[in-house]
């Protein structure tokens, strides 16, 4: 079926499951439903996001990808995570800004937070 897109291990056509249609492995079963993750960042380039994901699994925090319609990219931790992966992304990068209200990073080019509209912190 391809690779799981949290961890990367090869995932076969009967045990594949999906979140926000992205192959995911049985391993990671208790997190197919997607109420059980959090959007904690907006990219507009899949290098921003890459550089974001690998410092969360550095910090052993749990992501996911989407790529959406209108070509930006969406990060997503466990809910549980989600405080944690909050403060080590506002810890990690210049080149974005963040949101105390909705509690997430996004790019520096969006000038203001694309869920509720507050001005962005640095």
């Known amino acids: 079926m391809g690779t799981c897109s949290i961890c990367g291990e090869m995932v076969c056509s009967e045990c594949f499951r999906t979140v926000f249609n992205q192959v995911i492995c049985d391993g990671h079963a208790d997190l197919e439903d997607e109420s059980a993750w959090e959007l904690v960042g907006l990219y507009t380039s899949e290098g921003s996001l890459a550089e974001r ?13 989407v790529e959406t319609d209108d070509e930006t990219f969406e990060l997503y931790v466990s809910e549980d995570e989600k405080e944690d992966a909050y403060a080590a992304l506002v810890s990690s990068s210049e080149e974005t800004l963040y949101c105390p209200v909705c ?16 001005q962005g912190q640095e």
């Open 53 to 65: 994901r690998y410092y969360l699994e550095e910090q052993a925090i749990t992501s996911i990808n």
């Open 103 to 118: 509690q997430i990073q996004y790019a520096r080019e969006m000038q203001e937070c694309p869920l509720c509209g507050a």
